[in-house]
């Protein structure tokens, strides 16, 4: 289509929670970005109040870990058979409140509309980012390499198209992108309907000591805190109560008062009926458009891991999208192709004037040169468009298939499905406290295939987060979560040796390309200002003093002494910096050969969960005891 000009390199649809991090991050790249959204304000309606650590620290790649920090929830949890003080506690998380994941808060509540509204204020700070409320896209159309977006405000039928290169779907469960793509969601719906209201509390004197939620044959329910006075209630409702009439105020309180809460200290902020469903479409990428959240999956809201698979989506897809954009690849490409074609068919251009037949084979070369180059461009997009759905499939997948399984086995209704699920509940406490408490059921977020080097230790690891020791300043030293060190895009991370002198040039000025900063990490004790006087005084260095050597126990586990991290802080690869090349060369070589098209993605086998195999050793342990006492009796 011609006659339009690209204003944009990324339109992003939708402004929710994960549009709303996708513009952030984008805007942190400086890519120039346009954002669409229906709605002329943020959406009333309660929705997630959770926040894993890997979600949090997300936050912290747009500057906002101090923020988000201050204003999440931090508390106890469990899991009881009837309201506090009464009945049996299945499941006591009451320490959850101290741990921590990756270096943030490892579960934690929050106020949607409030972090909203900050992740808005802080486009303020992009000029770049462009936001369009109250905008509905009416069609769009990817051809030849560009994405077409005809959009008209809510107020008018004028209608007006913009171009751009990519295009992000973050426009929710009822996708319109996804619609007009023709991509299904497949999966299925709970047959369940939860009434779900935020309240205030105008007192707290007698509060429950945990969030907490409630399992029995009678009603199953949930009250999590939220900052300040606000709680979130959550009640599933029995099949001859109707969604219409429970959301009226009174009937809601009539419900509340049947379980034992005193409404007269409380005042509902807002309320809704919700059925869950747990679906996804089989791609998340159609030409430049890609998915993200829950226009590509969605999943019953037990510990946020919607939310939280949305904005991790975010996280790993946009600074890809920013490599894309900011030509870094296609100059190394071009670069690449100038030097090869210098080393083998150089020598023909000096007799360019000459014979005419060596004036035709220079042209042939160059014409295949020129072909050559296109392919490796083309396959380079591919490979970091594709990369995205391969990494993140396996462990939204995984995810959804733990919180389908929590949630079918808090709301048995059935008193003997009950009492077994109880005893098996409490049995695994028991004996596996540790195991419940720190969600080991969830695994580890890896990547197992897509975009790394496979052949060295570590590879897709997501990267630990300890506190450093760094120089904030010139007259500044204090303690800092490594994060804010790595900076927002790739990160050469050694330990005990200079960055620089681990690295052949070649490769050094490679990784300067695509943006990369250099740390250099030293053992705890080590004077930071010697090392900075006498050691590293590349521009582009930084030093820290690992102070709990946990950077140290991360590389002497996987046999290394330097880290190749991506923006998203995954590992790319890992080597020995203290020797040198071929170690470093296999690992950057492999990131060059990847980006460049010259080599598909890592593609290994992910490990299965093992949380079925620990569901069935307990339900072994409960039939040895049963047969027990019947040998017994």
Not at 168 to 194: M, N, Q, T
Not at 259 to 274: A, C, H, K, P, S
Not at 520 to 549: F, I, Y
Request: charged share 25%.
């Amino acid at each position: 289509m011609a006659g339009f000009r690209m204003e944009s390199e990324v339109i992003i649809v939708g402004f929710g929670p994960v549009g709303a991090m996708a513009a952030n991050l984008l805007g942190q790249y400086g890519i120039s970005t346009r954002v669409f959204e229906k709605l002329t304000d943020i959406y009333f309606a309660p929705r997630a109040i959770c926040m894993d650590a890997e979600a949090i620290r997300t936050f912290g790649m747009i500057g906002l870990a101090e923020w988000i920090d201050q204003h999440l929830c931090k508390h106890g949890a469990d899991l009881r058979t009837a309201a506090p003080p009464n009945g049996q506690v299945l499941i006591d998380m009451s320490d959850l409140k101290k741990r921590q994941r990756y270096g943030c808060t490892q579960l934690a509540t929050f106020h949607q509309p409030t972090v909203e509204k900050k992740l808005r204020e802080q486009l303020e700070n992009f000029p770049n980012v462009q936001v369009n409320l109250g905008h509905e896209v009416t069609d769009i159309l990817d051809e030849n390499g560009e994405v077409y977006v005809t959009v008209r405000p809510v107020s008018s039928h004028v209608t007006e198209t913009f171009v751009c290169k990519y295009l992000l779907a973050c426009d929710g469960g009822r996708s319109f992108v996804r619609r007009k793509l023709g991509l299904k969601y497949h999966g299925f719906s709970i047959p369940e309907h939860w009434l779900v209201m935020d309240v205030i509390c105008k007192d707290l004197s007698d509060d429950w000591p945990n969030s907490t939620l409630v399992t029995s044959s009678r009603r199953a329910y949930l009250y999590a805190k939220l900052p300040g006075n606000m709680r979130r209630i959550e009640i599933l409702l029995k099949e001859n109560e109707k969604a219409l009439s429970v959301v009226r105020e009174e009937n809601t309180a009539a419900m509340l008062s049947e379980i034992g809460f005193d409404v007269n200290q409380l005042t509902f902020e807002r309320r809704m009926v919700y059925k869950f469903h747990a679906r996804a479409v089989s791609e998340w990428r159609r030409g430049h458009i890609l998915l993200l959240g829950d226009a590509a999956h969605c999943m019953p809201p037990t510990k946020g891991q919607g939310l939280c698979c949305g904005m991790e989506d975010a996280a790993n897809l946009c600074w890809k999208i920013a490599m894309l954009c900011r030509g870094n690849l296609k100059n190394e490409i071009a670069k690449k192709a100038a030097k090869k074609s210098k080393g083998t068919g150089g020598h023909s251009r000096a007799g360019d004037g000459g014979a005419g037949g060596g004036g035709e084979g220079v042209e042939e070369k160059e014409g295949h040169d020129d072909e050559e180059l296109e392919v490796f461009e083309e396959n380079s997009v591919v490979n970091v468009l594709d990369s995205y759905q391969t990494e993140r499939q396996p462990w939204v997948v995984r995810q959804t298939k733990v919180v389908v399984f929590l949630r079918r086995m808090a709301t048995l209704s059935n008193p003997v499905a009950v009492a077994v699920r109880n005893f098996l509940f409490r049995l695994t406490y028991v004996y596996g406290r540790e195991f419940l408490i720190s969600e080991s059921y969830k695994g580890k977020p890896d990547v197992w295939s897509g975009l790394i080097h496979s052949d060295s230790p570590g590879s897709g690891a997501y990267f630990i987060q300890p506190s450093v020791t760094a120089q904030r300043s010139e007259e500044e030293i204090s303690s800092v979560p490594l994060d804010e060190v790595l900076g927002p895009l790739w990160c050469w991370l050694t330990y005990r040796v200079s960055p620089k002198a681990s690295l052949s040039e070649d490769h050094y000025e490679y990784l300067q390309s695509i943006g990369c900063r250099f740390v250099h990490s030293v053992e705890k004790g080590t004077n930071l200002m010697r090392v900075k006087r006498g050691g590293s005084k590349e521009a582009q260095e930084s030093v820290v003093v690992d102070d709990g050597d946990e950077l140290q126990g991360w590389m002497r586990k996987h046999r290394c002494s330097a880290v190749l991290i991506r923006p998203d802080r995954f590992v790319f690869g890992t080597a020995s910096a203290m020797v040198p090349p071929p170690g470093q060369q296999h690992c950057i070589d492999s990131l060059r050969s990847i980006l460049h098209g010259e080599k598909g993605l890592t593609v290994r086998p992910a490990p299965k969960s093992r949380l079925p195999v620990i569901v069935m050793f307990v339900a072994i342990l409960f039939v040895a005891f049963l047969l027990y006492l019947a040998l017994l009796a």
